[in-house]
């Protein structure tokens, strides 16, 4: 493989035999490297291969932004995902991981916070991903002194949740479409009422149907906790919300064949309680 530039001490572009370009990181391996140098095979500890050549810009600009010291954390909380929390996923995943590390800290410094409207969701529904999104922030903290709230924990979660189903899955994004499309279809006829797109909590019910269809579509049983109490007593305070669940239930069960816990069953009704709170105060 030739090298067609360093990007700095620890990553090069390189270009193989048959004109297939990939990014490759080794300690050291970009240092005094220039264009048409070779590169030995036995100093690349990891190799990143772009899809197109939008990715590849991607990834250069990536690699040239980000301080090595975000890649050294990117890694140690992924060798912590794997082997602590048994979670997973490709070396893909360090891209966006520093990406979102780096940014976090840049808002962390500037006294920015931003609200997760997934923090519950994610919580509850991917515990071993927020371990580890609450790992990545003991360590953010303990190298640059950053006190960020959970908010945090759970977007880093987020891309340890969307590597794993897009690792997972073979599912079609517009199966995925199709499904959340027909769920919020339902909603909309049993309220006699369109959603309005605009509203936060409806790009938050949104978020959620993604993470449902995907579960759904790869057959992905969620187990049931001990929130029945929880479920009874919303039902019996919102039964309109219910009484809708359970159409979406019934939809799942005929189209998919798959019978929603009472867990799922108990989110949807929070989401669409939330969604349609203004609908049904009028």
Request: contains cysteine.
């Amino acid at each position: 493989m030739k090298v067609v530039k360093a990007l700095n001490n620890n990553m090069v572009l390189v270009r193989d035999k048959d004109g297939n370009e990939s990014i490759c990181q080794g300690k050291g391996i970009g240092f005094q490297k220039k264009t048409g140098d070779s590169l030995e095979e036995d100093r690349i500890e990891r190799r990143f291969i772009p899809e197109n050549a939008s990715e590849s810009r991607h990834f250069q600009e990536l690699f040239t932004e980000i301080p090595d010291e975000y890649w050294e954390i990117a890694e140690d909380v992924l060798e912590y995902a794997r082997k602590e929390c048994h979670v997973l996923v490709s070396d893909r995943i360090i891209l966006p991981l520093c990406d979102h590390m780096a940014g976090s800290i840049e808002r962390s410094r500037e006294n920015v916070s931003l609200d997760n409207p997934m923090l519950w969701d994610i919580k509850r529904i991917y515990p071993a991903e927020f371990r580890i999104g609450k790992y990545a922030l003991k360590v953010l903290k303990e190298r640059f002194g950053a006190d960020m709230a959970q908010d945090e924990a759970a977007f880093i979660a987020y891309h340890f949740v969307n590597a794993e189903l897009a690792q997972r899955s073979t599912v079609s994004p517009d199966e995925v479409s199709k499904l959340i499309g027909s769920v919020v279809d339902i909603v909309q006829q049993s309220f006699q009422s369109q959603l309005d797109e605009e509203e936060w909590n409806y790009q938050r019910f949104l978020t959620h149907l993604k993470f449902f269809a995907k579960r759904i579509l790869s057959r992905e049983c969620y187990e049931n906790t001990e929130d029945d109490d929880i479920f009874t007593e919303l039902s019996g305070r919102f039964v309109h919300v219910k009484n809708c669940v359970d159409r979406i239930a019934d939809y799942i069960l005929i189209e998919y064949h798959y019978d929603i816990s009472s867990d799922e069953r108990l989110y949807l009704l929070i989401h669409i309680e939330r969604v349609t709170r203004r609908i049904r105060s009028k």
